[in-house]
Structures are given as C-alpha cells and as structure tokens.
C-alpha cells in the first residue's frame, strides 16, 4: 500500500512559477514509477509528466514539455513538478501516481497509487 501526498498547489498569474511535491510513503521498500496527471474543470483527466525510479528518464506530454520538470529524490521518498512559464490553461487540479516497477510511462492505467490532489490556478 502506497500513499501519496501532494502540497506546493496554489494561485498565480501567467508567466509565473509553482513547484510540487509529493510525498510518498509505504509499508515496505519498493522500486516505484511515478507520474503526475491533472484534471481541469470539465476536462478529462491528461498525463502531464512521467519520471522513472532512478530520477534519469523522463517523459512530458507536448503541452508542458520545455516548461515543466519532473524530478524525484529517492532519499526523502518525494517527488517533485517545477511549473514554470504557466498559462492559464495550465489551471486544473494535480495528482501524483505511483506504480509498481522502474518505468511505468504516461498511461494512467500503469500507475495504482493516487494523490488527493493539489490545486494550480493560473490567471491571466
């Protein structure tokens, strides 16, 4: 059993920046993909940003990729989504997922773990 913690969401205007965290904790050790999905107001959920256990590989959908980084720190069991250059598109409530394995990748089905989530608001 896995949980996830995420903290960092908040409101900003566009250009600006917010970091995510997510805190994760098990009973037991294991070696965990995780991933961050967002769910805006009346859209469907979307993959937004996907990282391997060792930290090295990365995958982003288009409209994020070059304005946000996915990192982890395996040490402090955390995850993290530095946001930057946001739009208000951007806006939307965001989870962290987790699974089990070394790379899971940006299918939501990969991933049994889910955050309660953490609201980013971006005006214009």
């Known amino acids: 059993q896995i949980r996830l913690v995420e903290s960092g969401g908040g409101s900003v205007t566009a250009g600006g920046s917010l970091r995510l965290s997510c805190a994760l904790s098990r009973k037991t050790p294991s070696r965990n993909c995780m991933a961050w999905f967002r769910q805006g107001s009346g859209i469907a959920r979307e993959a937004v940003a996907a990282i391997d256990y060792s930290g090295r590989n990365t995958l982003y959908a288009d409209s994020v990729k070059d304005r946000f980084i996915i990192s982890r720190d395996n040490a402090a069991d955390t995850g993290y989504l530095q946001m930057n250059s946001l739009k208000p598109e951007d806006t939307a409530r965001y989870y962290c997922?987790?699974?089990?394995?070394?790379?899971?990748?940006?299918?939501?089905?990969?991933?049994?773990?889910w955050g309660q989530g953490t609201q980013v608001t971006v005006s214009s």
């Open positions: 997922a987790a699974g089990n394995g070394d790379w899971c990748g940006l299918g939501a089905a990969n991933y049994g773990s």
